[in-house]
């Protein structure tokens, strides 16, 4: 693969552990390689967990659904923002993965059925995008393409699950319900027998403030390490990367993959937030969603999407209590706006203006 | 043999049927993605607004076919307005268009719907029906697919007979060579995405009588628009109407056997194995054919 060309980067000063590790997480393609950045982060983890002991039920479970629209937003950034792939699919990911773990975890009651629901969501949401990653990047189509391509997908995943309503739609005991969604769909639970944990309410919440850190952190390995450049490398200019003797195709196909996987995973997490899915996850609308959260917040970096997501979706819902119908129209605006005059999005923006920022 | 004959013409009137669909929700989209490279994906909206135009010109009034060419004038007038203030920042940026004209997309749905409520009342199909057999077919649904053949023709015409297809070939063909000779360029792109814009208002116009008019109902058209311009390809002509006869059969096969969902995914499917062969789509294999000669 891509990634033996060379050593890594230069952190030959590197010795001892921590330093390593610091080796590993930083680097250009990711915001924050300060010690300020790390204590900030370290404060930001902090209040995550102590956040459940001050607020309400009601408000823990609410956060931890924006943090879990975090996972669609990495995964967009990933395949978007990095690698220079349009992808409007990444609900598409999102939404069969939920489908997915609904159907499995329904059927095999228990523990079991909601881990192997939750392992067989990701395996066939990322099987779906390494097959349709395969056509349109060994094809060698050109990024239009993609995109109306993953949309088109997403559409038409939106009509198949809008007319599963009748009784024969249904996979074992799960009815796929039309428009109307799929119910019933359990709390995910880890582990095997008695000794499984239901993950819910407030373990809910730190399930996902635990995954989402662990996946940011896995992310910034991988956007630093040598694939990260030649992603980069691919996003700014295909043809040259492949003239360096790179594999675009392949690496194209696994980011895509990947960017299904953490969709998929996030999709899985979703539905058993709220217990139930429904075609609404490939409607045009929440397909648009993802592009506005990584585009406001910064798509080329990985915190850009995460605070973009987060933020994004925080002033949604409050757009929906006070602007009712305003609420798209606004988004669709914030979207034109960013696009027109503020490209790059946000975080960078504000990032550059702190005084322990990188000032790049 | 007395049943047989009415399914053989089924088929064919329901190919007849998907290829005007095919034709008409593409054009427009094609026409702009050829001259100018550029994805419009609230082309789905601007048929809408056609759409819109049309229904309020006819219930205030209008005979049908003025409110059709009152939904094109709007559309295009509106295309033009958006390419004076947006599209036209956005040249040589072109995922950046993409994500403009879907905010754009976003906010003409929801605009919509608070400013004309969740529904215009129809207009009603006109024209009445075909009878043979058992089976009876709209006279106007025919007529939408003639449409479209003509509308092939105008094209054909405009491209190739008048100094205006000259001018806009030679912009495809080489912009800054064409603005070399004296071709302003930017009025070019500003014209094609004024006619492209009509285009879409009159596929909203004409089947605004065949549909309930919602402000979602652009969605109806996408699939079928992306999936005909991916397999034509940047030829405007040849490749969206080789796409409209291949999409237009497999369409028509598989919707008469499986059903219309069925009809859809064909076409999905249909879609993603010819990228992988062609990425260039039919215009890249006429090419191939005209390069080997």
């Known amino acids: 693969m891509a990634g033996k060309t060379s050593g890594s980067v230069d952190h030959s000063t590197a010795n001892g552990p921590i330093q390593r590790l610091r080796g590993a997480l930083e680097g250009p393609n990711t915001l924050?390689?300060?010690?300020?950045?790390?204590?900030?982060?370290?404060?930001?983890?902090?209040?995550?967990?102590?956040?459940?002991?001050?607020?309400?039920?009601?408000?823990?479970?609410?956060?931890?659904?924006?943090?879990?629209?975090?996972?669609?937003?990495?995964?967009?950034?990933?395949?978007?923002?990095?690698?220079?792939?349009?992808?409007?699919?990444?609900?598409?990911?999102?939404?069969?993965?939920?489908?997915?773990?609904?159907?499995?975890?329904?059927?095999?009651?228990?523990?079991?059925?909601?881990?192997?629901?939750?392992?067989?969501?990701?395996?066939?949401?990322?099987?779906?995008?390494?097959?349709?990653?395969?056509?349109?990047?060994?094809?060698?189509?050109?990024?239009?393409?993609?995109?109306?391509?993953?949309?088109?997908?997403?559409?038409?995943?939106?009509?198949?699950?809008?007319?599963?309503?009748?009784?024969?739609?249904?996979?074992?005991?799960?009815?796929?319900g039309g428009f109307?969604?799929?119910?019933?769909?359990?709390?995910l639970a880890l582990g095997v027998g008695d000794a499984a944990i239901t993950v819910e309410d407030t373990a809910f919440y730190y399930f996902v403030v635990g995954t989402l850190l662990l996946t940011y952190l896995g992310l910034r390995v991988l956007v630093n390490s040598n694939i990260g450049y030649v992603m980069v490398g691919i996003r700014e200019n295909q043809q040259r990367t492949e003239l360096f003797g790179y594999d675009t195709k392949r690496v194209k196909l696994g980011v895509f993959t990947l960017g299904g996987v953490l969709a998929g995973f996030g999709g899985v997490v979703y539905a058993s937030w709220g217990n139930y899915i429904d075609p609404s996850v490939f409607g045009l609308t929440f397909a648009a969603l993802p592009i506005i959260w990584v585009a406001t917040g910064g798509r080329k970096w990985l915190s850009g999407a995460i605070i973009g997501t987060f933020t994004v979706t925080f002033i949604s819902q409050k757009l929906s209590v006070f602007g009712g119908q305003f609420s798209m129209v606004i988004l669709g605006a914030l979207l034109l706006f960013v696009i027109l005059v503020l490209p790059e999005g946000f975080v960078p923006q504000l990032y550059r203006r702190l005084p322990g920022g990188d000032g790049k | 043999m007395a049943s047989v004959l009415p399914q053989i013409l089924n088929l064919v009137l329901q190919f007849v049927d998907s290829f005007g669909f095919l034709i008409l929700s593409a054009i427009g989209l094609a026409v702009i993605f050829g001259m100018m490279g550029v994805i419009n994906l609230a082309h789905g909206e601007f048929i809408t607004v056609g759409a819109y135009g049309t229904a309020l010109s006819f219930h205030a009034g209008l005979p049908l076919p003025v409110a059709m060419l009152a939904g094109v004038a709007l559309t295009t007038v509106f295309g033009l307005v958006l390419e004076f203030t947006i599209i036209r920042r956005l040249y040589g940026r072109l995922l950046d268009s993409m994500v403009a004209t879907w905010g754009i997309s976003l906010i003409m749905i929801q605009g919509l719907r608070i400013v004309f409520g969740s529904s215009l009342s129809s207009i009603g199909t006109p024209l009445g029906s075909v009878q043979y057999g058992t089976f009876s077919y709209s006279t106007y649904r025919l007529l939408l697919a003639g449409a479209s053949l003509a509308l092939l023709g105008v094209l054909y015409w405009m491209f190739t007979r008048t100094e205006f297809g000259t001018r806009a070939r030679a912009t495809i063909q080489d912009e800054e060579m064409s603005r070399a000779l004296g071709v302003d360029t930017n009025r070019m792109y500003l014209l094609t995405f004024g006619i492209g814009s009509a285009l879409a208002g009159l596929t909203g116009a004409l089947y605004a009588p065949t549909m309930t008019i919602v402000p979602g109902?652009?969605?109806?058209?996408?699939?079928?628009?992306?999936?005909?311009?991916?397999?034509?390809?940047?030829?405007?002509?040849?490749?969206?109407?080789?796409?409209?006869?291949?999409?237009?059969?497999?369409?028509?096969?598989?919707?008469?056997?499986?059903?219309?969902?069925?009809?859809?995914?064909?076409?999905?499917?249909?879609?993603?194995?010819?990228?992988r062969l062609l990425p260039q789509g039919i215009t890249g294999l006429l090419e191939q054919v005209r390069g080997g000669t």
Do not use: H, K
């Open chain 1, 180 to 187: 109307n969604g799929m119910t019933e769909i359990p709390n």
């Open chain 2, 217 to 275: 109902m652009g969605s109806t058209f996408l699939v079928e628009a992306f999936v005909t311009v991916v397999v034509g390809g940047a030829s405007v002509l040849v490749g969206t109407t080789g796409a409209g006869v291949l999409l237009g059969a497999i369409n028509a096969v598989f919707s008469n056997l499986f059903g219309t969902f069925a009809g859809r995914m064909a076409l999905l499917v249909t879609t993603i194995l010819v990228i």
């Open chain 1, 32 to 176: 924050g390689n300060s010690r300020a950045f790390w204590a900030a982060l370290a404060v930001l983890v902090g209040i995550l967990v102590v956040y459940p002991m001050l607020r309400s039920s009601y408000y823990i479970s609410n956060t931890a659904y924006l943090l879990v629209s975090a996972f669609l937003g990495l995964s967009l950034c990933l395949v978007w923002g990095y690698t220079g792939i349009f992808s409007f699919g990444q609900v598409a990911f999102y939404g069969v993965a939920g489908y997915t773990f609904g159907v499995v975890s329904i059927n095999v009651t228990g523990p079991v059925g909601t881990v192997a629901g939750l392992l067989v969501g990701i395996v066939v949401s990322g099987a779906f995008a390494f097959i349709v990653g395969y056509f349109m990047f060994y094809g060698g189509v050109s990024d239009v393409y993609v995109a109306i391509i993953t949309l088109a997908v997403t559409l038409v995943l939106n009509t198949f699950m809008g007319q599963t309503a009748g009784e024969e739609w249904a996979v074992g005991a799960a009815r796929l």
